[in-house]
């Protein structure tokens, strides 16, 4: 254990068996918060993707921490109850991470399958070669696109309105759903060159996720409870992102990125709400310029 920032506090933290979630819910241990790590990866389905849940909980306990692994598919609400009301076994929820997030193919298979699904083009498109085998618009079925929501935005809709009673008996929350740049690109036209591949439905739901995160913030703000996305400010290198681009030349770390979250969910609404923040904003302090009253 490092520190005791949140001492006494209870986190679930979704899409936490690798990567990015797994680094957050490390580091919200470390500061002494019970952690809910939750995921449907309970073995290594794909060696690019290494991870699971149980592994970050081992990690967690080994450094002393508290943690409990949940099972869940946050894209079915049947989940979402069950493992709110499992993290409650650690005490009231008073932090939620949004990080759970798909990007076709990546997915493990359902229980009993073999092998994940494989994407198909919709009838009548012409295969074309793609690079890093980008899931471009033509190629990615609107099943394939709508999963994307699912397990973001619809998914984090539902944790919120969960957890939100528990915060608000206790009169202070944080919640910080993981955004990222994909959901501002490519940006307006015109480009110029394109030498890279685009993500429509991951960016799409984080858009969507991002202006979900400010209607949030706007009610609770009175109620002292702080919602706010963070977003890499650099390409952090973690398997998910490996998966597609495995090549970058300035990247940032999984460990200051958690920094971040630990330091927005240890944060009150009247200091930083409504905010879509990159994590290098958070670190350097720039985004306490910001105080938010809630009764003005």
Same mark, same amino acid.
């Given at each position: 254990?490092?520190?005791q920032?949140?001492?006494?506090?209870?986190?679930?933290?979704?899409?936490? =068996?690798?990567?990015?979630?797994?680094?957050?819910?490390?580091?919200?241990?470390?500061?002494?918060?019970?952690?809910?790590?939750?995921?449907?990866?309970?073995?290594?389905?794909?060696?690019?993707?290494?991870?699971?849940?149980?592994?970050?909980?081992?990690?967690?306990?080994?450094? *002393?921490?508290?943690?409990?692994?949940?099972?869940?598919?946050? =894209?079915q609400?049947?989940?979402?109850?069950?493992?709110?009301?499992?993290?409650?076994?650690?005490?009231?929820?008073?932090?939620?991470?949004?990080?759970?997030?798909?990007?076709?193919?990546?997915?493990?298979?359902? @229980?009993?399958?073999?092998? @994940?699904?494989?994407?198909?083009?919709?009838? *009548?498109?012409?295969?074309?070669?793609?690079?890093?085998?980008?899931?471009?618009?033509?190629?990615?079925?609107?099943?394939?696109?709508?999963?994307?929501?699912?397990?973001?935005?619809?998914?984090?809709?539902?944790?919120?309105?969960?957890?939100v009673?528990?915060?608000?008996?206790?009169?202070?929350?944080?919640?910080?759903?993981?955004?990222?740049g994909?959901?501002?690109?490519?940006?307006?036209?015109?480009?110029?060159?394109? @030498?890279?591949?685009?993500?429509?439905?991951?960016?799409?739901?984080?858009?969507? %996720?991002?202006?979900?995160?400010?209607?949030?913030?706007?009610? %609770?703000?009175?109620?002292g409870?702080?919602?706010?996305?963070?977003?890499?400010?650099?390409?952090?290198p973690?398997?998910?992102?490996?998966?597609? =681009?495995?090549?970058f030349?300035?990247v940032?770390?999984?460990?200051?990125?958690?920094?971040?979250?630990?330091?927005?969910?240890?944060?009150?609404?009247d200091?930083?709400?409504?905010?879509?923040?990159?994590?290098?904003?958070?670190?350097?302090?720039?985004?306490?310029?910001?105080?938010?009253?809630?009764?003005?």
């Amino acid at each position: 254990m490092t520190g005791q920032r949140l001492e006494g506090r209870t986190s679930i933290v979704t899409g936490a =068996s690798r990567g990015l979630g797994r680094a957050i819910a490390v580091a919200l241990a470390s500061e002494g918060s019970a952690v809910a790590v939750v995921s449907r990866t309970e073995q290594v389905w794909d060696e690019r993707l290494p991870g699971t849940i149980g592994d970050t909980v081992a990690q967690i306990q080994e450094a *002393g921490g508290q943690a409990l692994a949940v099972r869940a598919d946050v =894209s079915q609400s049947d989940d979402r109850h069950r493992l709110v009301e499992e993290a409650r076994q650690l005490g009231p929820v008073s932090i939620l991470v949004n990080n759970a997030a798909f990007t076709a193919p990546g997915r493990p298979p359902a @229980p009993g399958a073999t092998t @994940p699904g494989k994407r198909s083009a919709p009838s *009548g498109a012409k295969k074309e070669a793609t690079k890093a085998d980008w899931p471009t618009f033509l190629h990615t079925p609107l099943a394939a696109y709508q999963r994307h929501f699912q397990v973001g935005p619809f998914a984090a809709y539902e944790l919120m309105q969960l957890v939100v009673p528990d915060m608000i008996e206790a009169g202070a929350g944080a919640i910080v759903n993981i955004s990222s740049g994909a959901s501002r690109a490519p940006g307006e036209a015109p480009w110029g060159e394109r @030498p890279g591949g685009l993500l429509p439905g991951y960016g799409g739901a984080k858009a969507a %996720l991002e202006h979900l995160t400010l209607c949030a913030a706007y009610e %609770l703000a009175d109620r002292g409870i702080a919602v706010n996305a963070l977003s890499p400010s650099k390409a952090i290198p973690t398997p998910g992102l490996a998966y597609y =681009s495995p090549v970058f030349t300035d990247v940032g770390s999984d460990q200051d990125f958690a920094e971040a979250v630990v330091r927005l969910a240890g944060a009150g609404a009247d200091q930083v709400t409504g905010r879509i923040l990159g994590h290098l904003d958070v670190l350097d302090g720039s985004f306490r310029s910001y105080q938010f009253h809630p009764e003005r």
